[in-house]
């Protein structure tokens, strides 16, 4: 046996990076050739839809029927030719723990186990193609226990797509000013740093070649960010919307310096009142959102910037009560139901996503088919129990929100109350703002709430970048 030299080692390492770049290249070319279609698909009819909709849940159910000895027993008494999307309630539900005890039933990717993906997933840096052109990720999750996806070539670049095309319309007016899209946009991603998880590797996989997006870590201070945001002077611009406050108390002290055509804000649920501190601070800039999931994608910003609709040419998203029944429109529940339509490598049918959704109960005013989403109201799991008392954190926040000096926060439960940790740049009314969030313990009944309140240097942030506003005590 011959040991490699270490020019040998160097070499070889050379050659795999360039044919990651290569694969990355004709990955983002790809999702270049499915554009057109996902985007004319915005105008579809409600007929066009439903008629798409049960067509790709038939393709699944013969696919998975098929290949996925898992589901092809839970589905058997489904008929793929006959089925309709209201037989899709006739199928059991299942979670986090359901995908990563049963991963090598599920998978239909010859070969695949969830063994040799948890060992790719330790030995990968900066490329997560495996089994040929299927991709690999992870996901920490709220409940703790981290999840693995695997998507085929085609499901992932639909899936990106689907997301990122109710940006086209926002970013039409820079034809106008010479600027080609996308080959001159300058894009900046304020997100997680390098890793295995799913905001990182599909934006790095769909940055383009020719003009790759600037990606800068949520992890550092605004005194790193801002000199970095007024080099890149990004028309396009991506952060969590825990930065907002931060990014425009900079903007109006003068410190930061850009005029971005798109403001997109993301992988965090968006109060209201950062929605319409970003729409002050760059009044020229659509301010747009949208919610997704490593399970599949999701949604799409709705183009007048308020909400985002359901992509239901890809997923079915069924908003659930406690008990799994379904929820009406205008009501809010307490989890959804995701299916992925597209995506054969992993299915995901009917997974149990513990976000409250709260869905349009009329047709929106953007003239849209598409099912809208109001808001999406946090998770089930951030809510404060208090014995038999169940407050939803948010009526906190509104006290936090109207103090303009503050720049991040972060609400603590406690067992008679909350504790709040922020970081400000300027002095806060802390009588107001504990006077605030003790009234509003005690409307949902709370006897003697007691509030605290910290200023702090540093917020810590998830492995990703996000910043957990609500951070309930443990059950």
């Known amino acids: 046996m011959r040991f490699r030299s270490t020019f040998e080692q160097r070499e070889n390492r050379t050659l795999a990076e360039a044919n990651v770049e290569q694969q990355r290249a004709a990955h983002y070319a790809f999702l270049g050739s499915l554009m057109p279609e996902l985007i004319g698909r915005l105008s579809w009819s409600r007929a066009q839809i439903e008629a798409h909709r049960t067509t790709a849940f038939r393709d699944l159910l013969r696919h998975v029927r098929a ?104 970013l039409a007016p820079l034809a106008g000013r010479g600027i080609e899209v996308p080959q001159q946009v300058r894009t900046a991603s304020i997100g997680a740093e390098m890793s295995a998880h799913g905001s990182y590797v599909v934006g790095r996989i769909f940055s383009n070649p020719l003009n790759p997006t600037h990606r800068l870590s949520a992890w550092r201070s605004a005194d790193e ?136 109960d009329g047709p929106c005013v953007c003239g849209s088919s598409y099912q809208k989403v109001r808001q999406v109201h946090g998770r089930t799991v951030e809510i404060f129990h208090y014995g038999e008392i169940s407050v939803r954190p948010t009526i906190l926040e509104l006290a936090v929100l109207e103090q303009l000096h503050i720049l991040e926060y972060q609400i603590r439960q406690t067992p008679r109350g909350a504790h709040l940790a922020y970081r400000s740049q300027g002095e806060i009314d802390a009588a107001r703002l504990s006077a605030k969030m003790r009234q509003a313990l005690l409307s949902y009944g709370l006897q003697e709430p007691e509030i605290t309140i910290e200023k702090i240097a540093l917020l810590e942030r998830t492995a990703v970048g996000k910043l957990k506003h609500f951070v309930p005590l443990p059950p």
């Open 67 to 170: 290949h996925s000895p898992w589901h092809a027993r839970r589905a058997a008494h489904l008929d793929p030719s006959t089925a309709t999307l209201a037989d899709i309630v006739r199928l059991p539900s299942m979670n986090k723990s359901d995908l990563m005890e049963n991963w090598d039933e599920i998978v239909t990717i010859p070969g695949a186990s969830r063994r040799e993906a948890e060992e790719a997933l330790r030995k990968m840096t900066d490329q997560f193609y495996i089994w040929g052109d299927n991709v690999l990720f992870a996901s920490g999750g709220t409940g703790g226990r981290p999840g693995l996806f695997l998507y085929d070539w085609s499901a992932l670049a639909m899936t990106w797509g689907g997301m990122n095309r109710g940006f086209v319309k926002s």
């Open 225 to 360: 960010l801002i000199p970095q945001l007024n080099a890149i002077q990004p028309h396009f611009l991506f952060c969590y919307p825990s930065l907002i406050l931060a990014l425009a108390a900079a903007a109006k002290a003068g410190e930061l310096k850009i005029e971005p055509r798109v403001v997109y804000v993301g992988a965090e649920r968006l109060p209201d009142a950062s929605r319409q501190l970003a729409r002050r601070t760059w009044p020229q800039a659509d301010i747009l959102t949208c919610w997704g999931t490593s399970e599949g994608g999701g949604t799409f910003p709705c183009p007048c910037g308020d909400g985002f609709h359901v992509s239901e040419d890809l997923v079915i998203i069924e908003p659930v009560d406690s008990a799994g029944a379904a929820v009406a429109p205008g009501q809010r529940s307490s989890g959804i139901y995701f299916t992925n339509l597209v995506n054969k490598a992993l299915p995901i049918i009917r997974y149990f996503i513990d976000d409250i959704f709260e869905m349009d």
